[in-house]
Nanobody, 123 residues
Framework: QVQLIESGGGLVQAGGSLRLSCAASGRTFSNYAMGWFRQAPGKEREFVAAITWSGGNTRYADSVKGRFTIDRDDAKNTLYLQMNSLIPEDTAIYYC????????????????WGQGTQVTVSS
């Protein structure tokens, strides 16, 4: 089992940047494919970005392509999401997730989830 703890959220003005972190503990972090999802009030949780266990393949939702970057540091057991050019529509709770299984990383089929970190973008 792996435990995930997100941090780095906060309040930022439109056009600003934030860097989210997801610290993992438990089994070997490097074996897990990782993802970021978000959920805005009254909306379903949606895919944001994912990275494979090797870090060699990344995927992004169309809404964040070119603005967000997912990365991982296996030596630190940490996943990151660099968010630039933030817009009010990015306001949501952001969750990181992990899986060992061969699943579609853009779907909610991860095995482990963090508690989330709030990101609020003001206009």
């Amino acid at each position: 089992q792996v435990q995930l703890i997100e941090s780095g959220g906060g309040l930022v003005q439109a056009g600003g940047s934030l860097r989210l972190s997801c610290a993992a503990s438990g089994r070997t972090f490097s074996n897990y494919a990782m993802g970021w999802f978000r959920q805005a009030p009254g909306k379903e949780r949606e895919f944001v970005a994912a990275i494979t266990w090797s870090g060699g393949n990344t995927r992004y939702a169309d809404s964040v392509k070119g603005r967000f970057t997912i990365d991982r540091d296996d030596a630190k057991n940490t996943l990151y999401l660099q968010m630039n050019s933030l817009i009010p529509e990015d306001t949501a709770i952001y969750y990181c997730a992990a899986t060992l299984r061969l699943v579609n990383l853009e779907q909610l089929k991860y095995d482990y989830w963090g508690q989330g970190t709030q990101v609020t973008v003001s206009s």
